[in-house]
């Protein structure tokens, strides 16, 4: 299946170095840097070397702007589905897990979303949305 990861960053450089290295294959990611954090920005640069997309937006666009980055992906590059991480998100192996949930559930039956919880540990920081949600509710703050 076709999936991107999008994560909208501040100021948090620990959380998202932490989180990001549960992400196996830079190049899902889709960054919005929503500030100017001199640690922040120095990793977008480190990621967009390994494949990463990074929007920077240090007037920040707010975060409804930042997760529509993503979910309008669902439409334009045809993705399944999009997972939004908030840079707190932490794995206990790697995001794939939750991919790979997403991905056999998708084969039985087409969900709007995802949660992550149980052996996952995120707290709730990451959730998936599909395509069909982006196609048949929209996006975040439309009207």
């Known amino acids: 299946m076709r999936y991107k990861i999008l994560i909208a960053v501040m100021g948090e450089a620990e959380k ?4 990001v290295a549960k992400c196996p294959d830079k190049s899902k990611l889709v960054i919005v840097n929503n500030w100017s954090n001199e640690d922040v920005f120095n990793q977008c640069r480190e990621l967009e070397a390994q494949g990463a997309e990074v929007q920077y937006h240090p007037e920040n666009i707010g975060c409804g702007a930042a997760m529509n980055v993503g979910l309008r992906k669902t439409i334009d590059e045809d993705l399944d589905f999009v997972i939004v991480l908030s840079p707190s998100a932490l794995f206990t192996n790697s995001i794939q ?3 790979d ?3 056999e559930t998708e084969k039985k039956e ?3 979303y995802y949660l992550t919880v149980a052996n996952l540990l995120t707290d709730l920081h ?4 599909t395509k069909k949600c982006v196609e048949e509710i929209g996006l975040y703050d439309e009207n």
């Not at 998202?16 to 989180?19: A, K, S, T, Y």
């Not at 990451?126 to 949305?129: I, N, Q, T, Y």
């Open 16 to 19: 998202f170095r932490n989180c």
């Open 97 to 99: 897990d939750f991919v």
């Open 101 to 103: 949930i997403i991905e």
């Open 110 to 112: 087409s969900n709007y």
């Open 126 to 129: 990451a959730f998936a949305v």
